[in-house]
């Protein structure tokens, strides 16, 4: 069971992963406007802070880094085998992303929005249980986004070199690189188009 969570490309057929990724998707999406969150970019959820999400938004965030994701993805997939599936790529792109969806539940009770407004002039005012709760808060933020983080590049990586065959470690270090220049660019078409 472990493995599916970590590597479900080689467990599922092709058609499962897609109609999930497609799901998780969709229910990141909703999350994501029930949560005040923004997906502005591959790797990257933040609130909404004093503003509010709309319910296109986090469907358009999503859509634009999915896509770059794919896109980026699959170019350097040719690269390294040329037989690569574009199905196998767009399931990488698609099932990768929900880790980054869980993390908007971080969330939850608009705690991040909470701790964001916190005016530091008047921190004699904050008790001592509230400053606690406060640093509490902080610490299960912090592990939840890194372990969202963790889970996003484990799956990539096991869903890349499942539909590539990736072997050499420069073809890992592409990987990387491609993953940061799909972020570059769905953070600067977010921003151009969905703000």
Known sequence: MKSIYYNPYEK??????????????????LLG????????????MHTAGKTTVTLRQPFIDNAINTVTLFIVLYLLALFINKKTRAIDILNVALIARAPIY?????????????????DPSHTSNISIGASV?????????????????????????HGFKTATNLKLTKQKVALGFTVLLAEIIAKLLIGYLNY
């Open 12 to 29: 599922l057929t092709e058609i499962q992963l897609l109609l999930i990724g497609l799901i998780l998707g969709g229910l990141g999406c």
């Open 33 to 44: 406007f029930y949560l005040d969150a923004r997906f502005d970019g591959v790797v990257d």
């Open 102 to 118: 869980l993390a908007s539940l971080i969330n939850i009770g608009g705690i991040l929005d909470s701790l964001a407004n916190l």
């Open 133 to 157: 709760m406060a640093l509490v808060a902080v610490v299960i933020i912090l592990i939840l986004g890194v372990g969202s983080l963790i889970w996003f590049v484990a799956l990539l990586y």
